[in-house]
């Protein structure tokens, strides 16, 4: 049924006298047959009989009063010749007449409207119409024998008439058979009337002779070539010569019709011969052919159109196309407002389309087209309904990340992108759509929206149904809020993934207080529970109080949570910083070493592996006799030794002071006292030799105990237990003989001079 309305809108083939019969009157008798109703209408005066469906074999007797009689639906087989010689509106449509001859009509001179359509005419004679002169609509639709030869008698006959406006022939050629093509010598007589709208749907025209629309008169205003076979030809040119045109209809061509029974068995009537009747034409055919031009330019394609066009059909087609770079022109500033595209196969909408400043509507839906260019609607800027929905542009949507599509859109109020298949949508895609009322983005994937929506101040509707979204993010529903301060504002996000979990309450609890925002079909919405329980709307307040006592314990159990979680990591972050204390900072400071070495080499200074033999550490009570000792193994053992107080780099941080000496000195010699145990800085010494022989020196044991004092071993910390056990330490001879003495410092020296060094000295010996 929708088809059909859009095959036959806007040009109303209905006859007028169908209007008149809406508002009926008191009835009376006027017919010979008791079962027909006549009634007169008190506005015009005129009195009509209605005699349909009464399944009448001939028309009864009227009074002659009677200008308006109906006979629909009956088994009338033969013109009535006995009707009141006065009569204006004649309705005989629906019933089994097979032949109008040159005398049916003879003595009805005074009739404006007839329809015979949906009968089993055959045949119209030349002459049939020829005494018809104030006949304004003729209806022989629908009587598939009958073949659009008849134009020709038809054509000739009502060409006597300054009256008629509408001619209907749609359907008189047969569902099933050859297609047919309109030559000038079918039209050559309608050009001197003032016919206004002419009907040749679903006759299976396949092409018009160049010439047939330029003969055609300049009156007509409704075209309806629908539901046809048509095919391009150079007749497309012509059309810019139907100066008065408003309506063009070319829908529906090689549209499949189901296969009905009862159609194998019409006749087609295929090989009817020309028919030219004895009146022959007295009308020469003119084409007009300067005013049907078309130019290339730039390589564009330009059409000029009729220049009182406003409406043009061109949908539910078979045509595979894309369009291309195309320009309307016309006589005049153009008039076209609505270009309907919509149900065809057009995959590519490259563009532009110039000329087309005035169109305000444009419907381009299910057209299975994947490309849309930035340009495509530059020339389309008053454009303010745009339907794009059922195709595919979720790819070239989704890259549209600068928002160009629909830039130069700034008067549009609706946009339409049902289902293209889109998954996500730039924050840039809309950003110039100010004037938008309705967006639809419904029957796509988005799992989210947040496209910036702000700019839209008169936004009313806003459909996001029948995706994947879960919530509406924060800054969607304050930009709503915005919108609906001073109007409603309709919104549909019915058929999504909604989901009563606690991270979305706030969003809950806002669709249940939002007063301005009308939720669509709010009491069939559903969310649903991490248990898979699905809630419905229509008890929302409810739901939100049972959410937010659910989600109040759930976040004293996540706060609970969170802390254990968190005193767990910093307890074993800290255990982990404790034990490798010594190792990190070790490796800091000797990263910074390298460091500096690295950048002192650049500047082409470079030095030895080590620059002293040993490094010395000691507590600052034991000072005079280290002192002693360095002097005695320096002068008597040629050693260079290291020594914090007379060796450490001014301005130099004192633990990197350390790390540096021990880093650049063969071997660290420690003066075991108590007072070395009680010392922070000489403990640091004695932890970054450690770390230095384990990850320098490939576990090389470069570290020397001298124990001064007994009692200092048995201190020693437990981590220090194996160099004990390893014995790398010497004891200083306690009877102080210049001779043990000299061989400790001989030993030590021996000792510090090795390469790899065997430390293992025996406790019990106490000197070298």
Same mark, same amino acid.
């Given at each position: 049924?929708?088809?059909?309305?859009?095959?036959?809108?806007?040009?109303?083939?209905?006859? $007028?006298?169908?209007?008149?019969?809406?508002?009926?009157?008191?009835?009376?008798?006027?017919?010979?047959?008791?079962?027909?109703?006549?009634?007169?209408?008190?506005? %015009?005066?005129?009195?009509?009989?209605?005699?349909?469906?009464?399944?009448?074999?001939?028309? $009864? +007797?009227?009074?002659?009063?009677?200008?308006?009689?109906?006979?629909?639906?009956?088994?009338?087989?033969?013109? $009535?010749?006995?009707?009141?010689?006065?009569?204006?509106? +004649?309705?005989?449509?629906? *019933?089994?007449?097979?032949?109008?001859?040159?005398?049916?009509?003879?003595?009805?001179?005074?009739?404006?409207?007839?329809?015979?359509?949906?009968?089993?005419?055959? %045949?119209?004679?030349? !002459?049939?119409?020829?005494?018809?002169?104030?006949?304004?609509?003729?209806?022989?639709?629908?009587?598939?024998?009958?073949?659009?030869?008849?134009?020709?008698?038809?054509?000739?006959?009502?060409?006597?008439?300054?009256?008629?406006?509408?001619?209907?022939?749609?359907?008189?050629?047969?569902?099933?058979?050859?297609?047919?093509?309109?030559?000038?010598?079918?039209?050559?007589?309608?050009?001197?009337?003032?016919?206004?709208?002419?009907?040749?749907?679903?006759?299976?025209?396949?092409?018009?002779?160049?010439?047939?629309?330029?003969?055609?008169?300049?009156?007509?205003?409704?075209?309806?070539?629908?539901?046809?076979?048509?095919?391009?030809?150079?007749?497309?040119?012509?059309?810019?010569?139907?100066?008065?045109? #408003?309506?063009?209809?070319?829908?529906?061509?090689?549209?499949?019709?189901?296969?009905?029974?009862?159609?194998?068995?019409?006749?087609?009537?295929?090989?009817?011969?020309? @028919?030219?009747?004895?009146?022959?034409?007295?009308?020469?055919?003119?084409?007009?052919?300067?005013?049907?031009?078309?130019?290339?330019?730039?390589?564009?394609?330009?059409?000029?159109?009729?220049?009182?066009?406003?409406?043009?059909?061109?949908?539910?087609?078979?045509?595979?196309?894309?369009?291309?770079?195309?320009?309307?022109?016309?006589?005049?500033?153009?008039?076209?407002?609505?270009?309907?595209? @919509?149900?065809?196969?057009?995959?590519?909408?490259?563009?532009?389309?110039? !000329?087309?400043?005035?169109?305000?509507?444009?419907?381009?839906?299910?057209?299975?087209?994947?490309?849309?260019?930035?340009?495509?609607?530059?020339?389309?800027?008053?454009?303010?309904?745009?339907?794009?929905?059922?195709?595919?542009?979720? &790819?070239?949507?989704?890259?549209?990340?600068?928002?160009?599509?629909?830039?130069?859109?700034?008067?549009?109020?609706?946009?339409?992108?049902?289902?293209?298949? #889109?998954?996500?949508?730039?924050?840039?895609?809309?950003?110039?759509?100010?004037?938008?009322?309705?967006?639809?983005?419904?029957?796509?994937?988005?799992?989210?929206?947040?496209?910036?929506? !702000?700019? /839209? @101040?008169?936004?009313?509707?806003?459909?996001?149904?029948?995706?994947?979204?879960?919530?509406?993010?924060? &800054?969607?529903?304050?930009?709503?809020?915005?919108?609906?301060?001073?109007?409603?504002?309709?919104?549909?996000?019915?058929?999504?993934?909604?989901?009563?979990?606690?991270?979305?309450?706030?969003?809950?609890?806002?669709?249940?207080?939002?007063?301005?925002?009308?939720?669509?079909?709010?009491?069939?919405?559903?969310?649903?529970? =991490?248990?898979?329980?699905?809630?419905?709307?229509?008890?929302?307040?409810?739901?939100?109080?049972? /959410?937010?006592?659910?989600?109040?314990?759930?976040?004293?159990?996540?706060?609970?949570?969170?802390?254990?979680?968190?005193?767990?990591?910093?307890?074993?972050?800290?255990?982990?910083?404790?034990?490798?204390?010594?190792?990190?900072?070790?490796?800091?400071?000797?990263?910074?070493?390298?460091? =500096?070495?690295?950048?002192?080499?650049?500047?082409?200074?470079?030095?030895?592996?080590?620059?002293?033999?040993?490094?010395?550490?000691?507590?600052?009570?034991?000072?005079?006799?280290?002192?002693?000792?360095?002097?005695?193994?320096?002068?008597?053992?040629?050693?260079?030794?290291?020594?914090?107080?007379?060796?450490?780099?001014?301005?130099?941080? #004192?633990?990197?002071?350390?790390?540096?000496?021990?880093?650049?000195? =063969?071997?660290?010699?420690? #003066?075991?006292?108590?007072?070395?145990?009680?010392?922070?800085?000489?403990?640091?010494?004695?932890?970054?030799?450690?770390?230095?022989?384990?990850?320098?020196?490939?576990?090389?044991?470069?570290?020397?105990?001298?124990?001064?004092?007994?009692?200092?071993?048995?201190?020693?910390?437990?981590?220090?237990?194996?160099?004990?056990?390893? *014995?790398?330490?010497?004891?200083?001879?306690?009877?102080?003989?210049?001779?043990?003495?000299?061989?400790? =410092?001989?030993?030590?020296?021996?000792?510090?001079?090795?390469?790899?060094?065997?430390?293992?000295?025996?406790?019990?010996?106490?000197?070298?």
């Amino acid at each position: 049924m929708k088809q059909m309305l859009y095959l036959l809108h806007p040009v109303l083939w209905v006859l $007028p006298m169908v209007v008149l019969m809406l508002t009926e009157k008191e009835t009376f008798k006027c017919s010979s047959n008791h079962n027909c109703t006549c009634y007169k209408r008190e506005d %015009s005066g005129i009195v009509f009989a209605d005699c349909s469906n009464l399944k009448l074999q001939s028309a $009864p +007797l009227f009074n002659d009063e009677v200008t308006g009689i109906i006979l629909t639906h009956n088994n009338i087989s033969e013109f $009535p010749v006995s009707l009141p010689q006065n009569i204006r509106y +004649l309705d005989i449509s629906r *019933n089994a007449i097979e032949t109008i001859n040159e005398t049916s009509l003879s003595n009805y001179k005074a009739l404006h409207n007839i329809s015979l359509s949906a009968n089993r005419l055959k %045949s119209i004679e030349l !002459g049939s119409f020829l005494n018809s002169r104030y006949l304004t609509h003729l209806d022989v639709s629908n009587n598939q024998e009958l073949t659009l030869e008849v134009l020709v008698n038809i054509s000739h006959d009502i060409s006597y008439s300054t009256s008629i406006r509408v001619l209907n022939l749609e359907s008189v050629q047969c569902t099933y058979g050859v297609s047919f093509i309109i030559w000038k010598y079918h039209i050559s007589d309608l050009k001197t009337t003032q016919l206004e709208q002419l009907n040749l749907a679903s006759n299976r025209i396949n092409s018009l002779e160049f010439g047939v629309l330029s003969t055609l008169p300049k009156s007509l205003k409704h075209l309806n070539l629908a539901n046809n076979v048509l095919s391009f030809g150079f007749y497309i040119l012509e059309f810019g010569s139907l100066h008065s045109l #408003i309506t063009m209809n070319v829908s529906f061509q090689s549209k499949f019709h189901q296969l009905k029974y009862k159609d194998f068995f019409n006749v087609c009537n295929d090989s009817r011969t020309r @028919q030219i009747g004895n009146y022959g034409s007295s009308h020469s055919i003119v084409t007009d052919s300067n005013k049907t031009k078309i130019s290339l330019v730039s390589s564009t394609v330009r059409l000029y159109i009729p220049p009182s066009l406003e409406i043009f059909y061109f949908h539910d087609n078979m045509y595979k196309m894309t369009l291309e770079k195309f320009a309307f022109s016309s006589k005049g500033p153009p008039k076209i407002t609505h270009l309907y595209f @919509q149900n065809n196969i057009i995959y590519q909408l490259n563009g532009p389309i110039s !000329g087309a400043n005035s169109v305000r509507y444009m419907d381009l839906s299910n057209n299975f087209c994947n490309i849309i260019s930035d340009y495509f609607f530059d020339d389309l800027k008053n454009l303010s309904y745009l339907d794009l929905s059922q195709n595919v542009l979720g &790819k070239v949507l989704e890259d549209d990340n600068s928002g160009n599509t629909f830039r130069n859109l700034v008067n549009l109020t609706t946009l339409n992108l049902r289902s293209n298949r #889109i998954f996500r949508l730039p924050p840039a895609i809309f950003r110039n759509l100010n004037q938008l009322e309705t967006l639809v983005i419904s029957d796509n994937s988005l799992s989210e929206f947040s496209v910036p929506i !702000g700019n /839209m @101040q008169r936004l009313k509707r806003l459909d996001l149904s029948n995706n994947q979204l879960l919530f509406l993010d924060e &800054k969607t529903r304050n930009a709503i809020d915005s919108l609906s301060r001073k109007k409603i504002l309709h919104v549909n996000v019915t058929g999504n993934r909604l989901a009563c979990i606690c991270e979305q309450l706030e969003f809950l609890k806002w669709m249940a207080k939002s007063k301005n925002v009308k939720f669509m079909q709010f009491d069939d919405y559903l969310c649903t529970f =991490r248990n898979s329980f699905k809630a419905n709307f229509s008890g929302i307040d409810n739901l939100v109080q049972v /959410m937010e006592k659910h989600c109040a314990s759930y976040i004293v159990t996540i706060v609970i949570l969170t802390s254990l979680i968190f005193i767990t990591l910093t307890t074993i972050f800290g255990r982990i910083l404790y034990r490798y204390r010594w190792k990190l900072r070790y490796m800091y400071y000797v990263a910074r070493e390298k460091y =500096r070495d690295n950048v002192e080499n650049l500047d082409g200074t470079t030095g030895s592996s080590f620059h002293f033999d040993a490094f010395v550490s000691y507590a600052e009570k034991d000072r005079r006799f280290v002192i002693k000792l360095v002097k005695q193994l320096e002068k008597e053992h040629n050693l260079k030794l290291c020594i914090h107080h007379r060796d450490f780099i001014p301005g130099t941080g #004192i633990a990197e002071n350390i790390t540096n000496a021990i880093h650049n000195s =063969r071997r660290t010699v420690t #003066i075991m006292t108590s007072h070395f145990l009680d010392s922070y800085l000489c403990m640091f010494e004695l932890n970054m030799a450690r770390m230095e022989a384990i990850y320098s020196r490939n576990g090389e044991n470069i570290l020397i105990l001298v124990v001064l004092e007994k009692l200092a071993i048995a201190n020693l910390p437990f981590s220090f237990i194996d160099l004990i056990e390893s *014995n790398s330490y010497q004891e200083f001879p306690e009877n102080g003989d210049d001779s043990e003495e000299s061989a400790f =410092r001989l030993k030590l020296a021996a000792t510090l001079k090795s390469r790899e060094g065997d430390f293992r000295t025996s406790s019990s010996n106490g000197a070298a």
